[in-house]
T-cell receptor
């Protein structure tokens, strides 16, 4: 069974600064996808960024980028130029190729300090 | 394009009752997954439906069931409610294709409280 670990329950960052959220996972599969989701206090889970395991290039979406280290089974999220609207719970998630079951980490609560 | 919708948004039930939650996926999405979110257990996968067939099932008791209709709308049912079933129930839809990287888009959730 796959597992996802987020070792930072809480993080805080000054507005406009950069923060990195950590995620490690365990799997014996070679084809899979990794995601970061954001859940603001409003509860709606929002997809932030995705990474296909077969791609060596790290995914980037505007101010959000990942550092994907397949051999180390590490998938960290970097948020640049942090904004107040980035405050939320961030979940790292794993999905096997061809399977719709997302396995989530326990989440990291990100606070933005004005 | 409209997002995933879930009804109702809030629900209060009594132990022993049953409940039905509804989810309407994004237009064109044929896969619907359900997740339970609690402070203690986090986010857990319940089941996934594709073209009216259950393809995947999580580790939940048989009291939790679901179905999908021909228009891809899905319902989940919980019978004989227990206090521990109090949770946020999230529905997610997906194109379920390689080209979409199996991205799942979530609805706002239904907050179920069992008293």
């Amino acid at each position: 069974a796959q597992t996802v670990t987020q070792s930072q329950p809480e993080m805080s960052v000054q507005e406009a600064e950069t923060v990195t959220l950590s995620c490690t996972y365990d799997t014996s599969e070679s084809d899979y996808y990794l995601f970061w989701y954001k859940q603001p206090p409003s509860r709606q889970m929002i997809l932030v960024i995705r990474q296909e395991a077969y791609k060596q290039q790290n995914a980037t979406e505007n101010r959000f980028s990942v550092n994907f280290q397949k051999a180390a089974k590490s998938f960290s999220l970097k948020i640049s130029d942090s904004q107040l609207g980035d405050a939320a719970m961030y979940f790292c998630a794993y999905l096997n190729f061809g399977n719709e079951k997302l396995t989530f980490g326990t989440g990291t609560r990100l606070t933005i300090i004005p | 394009k409209a997002g995933v919708t879930q009804t109702p948004r809030y629900l209060i039930k009594t132990r022993g009752q049953q409940v039905t939650l509804s989810c309407s996926p994004i237009s064109g999405h044929r896969s619907v997954s359900w997740y339970q979110q609690t402070p203690g257990q986090g986010l857990q996968f319940l089941f996934e439906y594709f073209s009216e067939t259950q393809r995947n099932k999580g580790n939940f008791p048989g009291r939790f069931s679901g179905r999908q209709f021909s228009n891809s709308r899905s319902e989940m049912n919980v019978s004989t409610l227990e206090l521990g079933d109090s949770a946020l129930y999230l529905c997610a839809s997906s194109l379920a294709t390689t080209s979409s990287s199996y991205e799942q888009y979530f609805g706002p959730g239904t907050r179920l409280t069992v008293t």
